[in-house]
């Protein structure tokens, strides 16, 4: 029997065992998916394609950090990773509702951010080093969580059948609303705990990103920041996403577009982008290296029919209601559930932080 089972092998889930770890606590990390990271992924270069000097990736999920961010900036000094300013000299290209370009607007408005050298997916890798392989398994998901007399019986499906996996307590490191909708617990839980799972919006999960990379970030040259607004889409909001070397030039943007209105050919919609990109930036756009699309709402491991509704990026908040479920035995951390940095990734690591602190208070206090 496990101390403690962590359930999603997010950056919160990673960090969380990485400090049970580090105190000696007999725990195991385990994932639906078959890779680490959850929301944060990044993207290499595809083959055939030209590599570029130094090893840069290109953000699908998160793509910045903030100075006053405390642990997300302590953390990646600790692993040895660089943190560049997000660039945002030059102007902002923007594209009313008639299609008509203003390339004079004065505006920044990621400036003061950062970005992560390698991608964010550079902390993955580097936190997954810090962690003992034989205590990470992957391809497993959770099915039930059953009250036992000593702590929890978990039952997962894995490519290999069924297993059930004993430990004192579980720590649900994953979006509270896809705990509400894909696992079952026994005893039932009260009405009033599944509903506040269920009304707490998954960060990103109406969201879907473009990147187009191409050989150098042309748009500088022509006194352009690579930040865009558009009133007509398919992308709302456009930045420079290139490597900070300038070894390549990268714009990414968020569809503004619906979810409903995105349900076409994915070929379609790159096409559509790519004119977009054109459009507001010039004849170099419409020829990138290389382009990538993301749909979170597509993504049954983080998207579920509500979060598809979603309208807006939604205000996530504390689950105070469930801070003692079952006498202590299921903790939640994700970054739905941080105070002071509700749905970033600072957020996810201090949800972290918190279990983590809790585990010790109620190690001393039996």
Request: aromatic content about 6%; some cysteine; proline content about 3%.
């Given at each position: 029997m496990y101390e403690v089972l962590i359930v999603g092998?997010?950056?919160?889930?990673?960090?969380?065992?990485?400090?049970?770890?580090?105190?000696?606590?007999?725990?195991?990390?385990?994932?639906?998916?078959?890779?680490?990271?959850?929301?944060?992924?990044?993207?290499?270069?595809?083959?055939?394609?030209?590599?570029?000097?130094?090893?840069?990736?290109y953000d699908l999920g998160p793509s910045w950090v903030w100075p006053n961010q405390p642990r997300i900036n302590q953390l990646a000094r600790q692993l040895g990773i660089k943190l560049y300013p997000q660039y945002d000299q030059g102007t902002l290209v923007y594209q009313d509702q008639f299609g008509s370009i203003d390339t004079t607007i004065n505006a920044a408005p990621m400036s003061g951010s950062?970005?992560?050298?390698?991608?964010?997916?550079?902390?993955?890798?580097?936190l997954s080093t810090k962690l003992e392989a034989e205590r990470v398994w992957l391809n497993h998901t959770v099915r039930s969580i059953t009250q036992a007399e000593a702590g929890v019986s978990v039952k997962c499906a894995t490519s290999c059948g069924t297993k059930i996996i004993l430990a004192q307590r579980i720590v649900l490191a994953v979006p509270p609303r896809l705990v509400a909708k894909s696992i079952s617990f026994f005893p039932k839980l009260k009405p009033e705990q599944t509903q506040v799972m269920g009304d707490i919006p998954t960060w990103m999960a109406g969201q879907s990103k473009f990147t187009a990379v191409y050989s150098k970030p042309f748009w500088r040259d022509h006194g352009l920041s690579g930040d865009g607004v558009s009133r007509i889409g398919p992308l709302s909001e456009i930045h420079d996403a290139s490597p900070e070397n300038e070894s390549r030039g990268a714009l990414f943007g968020f569809f503004g577009w619906p979810v409903q209105q995105r349900q076409v050919p994915e070929k379609k919609l790159i096409e559509q982008a790519i004119t977009q990109l054109r459009q507001m930036f010039g004849p170099e756009a419409a020829h990138?290296?290389?382009?990538?699309?993301?749909?979170?709402?597509?993504?049954?491991?983080?998207?579920?029919?509500?979060?598809?509704?979603?309208?807006?990026?939604?205000?996530?908040?504390?689950?105070?209601?469930?801070?003692?479920?079952?006498?202590?035995?299921?903790?939640?951390?994700?970054?739905?559930?941080?105070?002071?940095?509700?749905?970033?990734?600072?957020?996810?690591?201090?949800?972290?932080?918190?279990?983590?602190?809790?585990?010790?208070?109620?190690?001393?206090?039996?």
């Open positions: 092998a997010g950056i919160s889930g990673m960090r969380l065992a990485q400090l049970l770890q580090q105190r000696g606590t007999h725990y195991c990390l385990i994932d639906a998916r078959f890779r680490l990271g959850g929301r944060i992924v990044s993207q290499s270069m595809a083959e055939g394609v030209q590599p570029e000097s130094g090893h840069h990736r950062l970005r992560v050298q390698g991608g964010q997916q550079s902390i993955i890798d580097r990138p290296l290389q382009v990538s699309l993301q749909d979170w709402a597509a993504d049954p491991l983080t998207a579920t029919a509500a979060d598809v509704e979603q309208k807006v990026q939604p205000q996530c908040g504390s689950l105070t209601e469930l801070d003692h479920l079952w006498q202590g035995r299921i903790m939640f951390s994700s970054a739905e559930t941080a105070k002071g940095f509700s749905g970033l990734v600072e957020g996810a690591l201090e949800a972290a932080e918190k279990v983590f602190n809790d585990l010790i208070a109620y190690d001393v206090n039996h």
